[in-house]
């Protein structure tokens, strides 16, 4: 076992440790303790609807080295899923990117309270305003925010630094129409993640109005593949591979370095970074992505919160309809949003 998972494994012990003298001789620290006792195990149910998801997933698969074949395959998949409910929906030109703007289901529309910028996964090559626009609606309703989905250039037509250009067009989108910076979030779920890293970050290095707070799910936060999940979750993920990584990284960066910060975040300077939240699953091969960069956000000083999900794969997030897990992780998300929003809604 090496270092890094020694201590990660040692502070595993210490925690259930912790917990358990707590629950044994505190009660008034049981509801806290027993729900990170929770978090801890998978549910049969919630391992029986994510072993029917990677069915689903492999029945649709694409092997193919086309990106755009692969693009046209994930669209397949979520156009048989359904749109979500009680939201409104106005298409929006968010300084010259297309986007929705997506809010929950009311007479009035505040524009410029609270808003959610929303950057959709995909490979950078994937992904589209039909294919994230449950999560979408789901997070706005959850929030009681406004969520601007991107629908940011892909790859391979458009290189590096086209999707996160876009990102902060977006961004900036917002601040003209009137929400505060510390009225914005930024999330987004695998390289969408990414891209809210890297956006943040860009903004940091600027001097620019930074965003209240940051959410990535499952990024990739290091495009050079050194984690080691990377080789022992292989089996486990369907949805991301080091084979996968590859075919992103070879289109989106070519023969530059993987590990310059501008691309992947776990290089970065995180000094000065907004309180940021990271979710992966447990089975994800790129569950070391997220936990090296908690460990570096944290180091840098940084507010960070990490939540490994137990028996989750890549992307479960985008599946709320299919996934009690995916509900209840969309859920944290909008409480760390409203936790962070200088305006929070009403109770």
């Known amino acids: 076992m090496n270092e890094f998972w020694s201590l990660r494994f040692m502070r595993f012990l210490v925690t259930m440790l912790i917990a358990a003298l707590a629950m044994a001789f505190s009660p008034a620290l049981l509801a806290s303790d027993a729900q990170a006792l929770d978090a801890a195990a998978q549910t049969k149910t919630s391992n029986e609807q994510i072993e029917k998801l990677i069915g689903v997933l492999r029945q649709n698969d694409s092997a193919t080295q086309n990106l755009r074949k692969r693009r046209a395959a994930f669209e397949r998949l979520m156009a048989s899923t359904p749109d979500p409910t009680r939201v409104q929906i106005r298409h929006v030109n968010a300084n010259g990117v297309e986007a929705d703007l997506i809010w929950p289901a009311r007479l009035h529309h505040p524009i410029g309270r609270r808003a959610i910028l929303y950057l959709h996964g995909g490979g950078l090559y994937s992904g589209s305003l039909r294919t994230h626009r449950n999560i979408a609606g789901s997070l706005a309703k959850a929030a009681s925010a406004d969520v601007l989905l991107v629908d940011y250039r892909l790859l391979p037509e458009h290189e590096f630094p086209a999707q996160i250009d876009d990102a902060l067009a977006a ?4 601040l003209n129409s009137g929400y505060r910076p510390e009225n914005i979030v930024i999330a987004g779920e695998s390289v969408g993640g990414t891209l809210a890293i890297e956006a943040t970050l860009n903004q940091l290095r600027i001097d620019g109005p930074l965003p209240a707070a940051v959410v990535a799910m499952s990024p990739v936060t290091d495009f050079a593949a050194t984690g080691a999940s990377m080789t022992t979750n292989a089996e486990n993920d369907p949805f ?12 989106y960066i070519g023969d530059k370095s993987p590990v310059d910060p501008e691309r992947s975040p776990l290089y970065a300077n995180m000094t000065g970074f907004p309180p940021l ?11 070391d992505d997220t936990l090296r960069l908690e460990d570096k956000a944290r180091q840098a000083g940084v507010d960070v919160t990490a939540q490994v999900w137990p028996g989750m794969i890549h992307q479960w997030q985008i599946f709320p309809f299919w996934l009690d897990d995916a509900r209840k992780s969309n859920g944290k998300v909008a409480e760390f949003a409203i936790s962070h929003f200088a305006d929070r809604p009403e109770e």
């Open 171 to 174: 961004y900036r989108w917002l």
């Open 240 to 251: 991301m591979g080091k084979a996968e990584l590859e075919v992103i990284r070879n289109a």
């Open 277 to 287: 939240l990271l979710q992966v699953g447990s089975r994800e091969t790129l569950l």
